[in-house]
C-alpha cells in the first residue's frame, strides 16, 4: 500500500520516532501512523526558532500530521499535539527509545500496522505508569513478533510435535521453534516448558518469566535487526556502568 497525499488537510495519528538533520534548516522525520505505517517526511525549516514545528515534532507525543507531495519523501505541511508527550525518565526512557527502534527497523516503510500501533501508544502509556517497565515492552515484542509473521509455537515441539511439558526443558531453534533439550551449548537458549505455556497467554507475571521472555525476545528479534546497532541499548548500558562508579 502506497502511502497517498494529505493535501486535502485530513490529518493522521502518528508518532515520531526519530529525527535527523536535512540540508540547513530542515530535518528528515521518520514516523508511525496509525494508517500508513511509517513514513519519511520532510520538515522545512523545523530547525530555526520562528518554526510554528519547533517543539511539536517531539517522540512519544501523539500528532495529527498532514503532508503533500507524490514521491518516497512527502513534505510535512502541518503538526499538531493530539495528546501531551508520555513523560519518560530514568531507565524508562531508554525503554521509550528502544520502542522507536524497533518500529524504526522493523516495520517496512509504507506498510500499515494497526495492531502495531496502538500497541505502540498502550506500551508508551504503560511505561510511565506501570512499576514494573520491563512488562509493556516484553507485551510489544511478542506481538509485534507475531505482526510480521514470526511467532513461534509455545505449546507444540517444532521436531516431534508433541505438547510442551511444563517441567521439561526445551531448546529455541531460529525458524523452527523449539525441541526438547536436556542441555545446550548456550543456555541462553534453553527454556523452561512452564515458561513457553506463560508466553504462550502473554503472562508475564513473575520475574522468573519476565527474564525469560527477555532472553527469548533478544533471539527471535536478532536475525531481523541484524548488525545493527541498538543506540538504546548502549545508553541504558553506559549509564548503568556510570551510575556504579
Known sequence: MQPRSRDGGDQVAAFVIHTRPYRETSQLVEVFSAELGRLTL???GSRTQRSPLK??????????????GRGDLKTLTRAELLLLPTRLSGDRLFYGLYL?????????SGTPFPEVFEAYAEALTLLADTPVPELPLRRFEFLLLEALGYAVDFEITADEESPILPD???????????????????PANLFLGAHL?????????TPA??????????LA????????????RELFLKRKVSSKE
Open 55 to 68: 517543539g511539536v515534532l517531539q517522540p512519544f507525543a501523539r500528532l495529527a500530521l498532514s503532508w503533500r
Open 209 to 218: 518469566i519476565l527474564q525469560a521472555a527477555k532472553r527469548f525476545s533478544r
Open 100 to 108: 522507536n527502534e524497533l518500529v524504526y527497523y522493523l516495520l517496512e
Open 168 to 186: 521439561c526443558l526445551y531448546g529455541f531453534e531460529r525458524e523452527l521453534g523449539f525441541v526438547a533439550r536436556e542441555r545446550t551449548p548456550d
Open 42 to 44: 520532510v520538515a522545512k
Open 221 to 232: 528479534l536478532q536475525p531481523y535487526l541484524g548488525h545493527r546497532r541498538l543506540r538504546s
Open 197 to 205: 505455556h506463560a508466553f504462550a497467554e502473554h503472562r508475564f507475571d
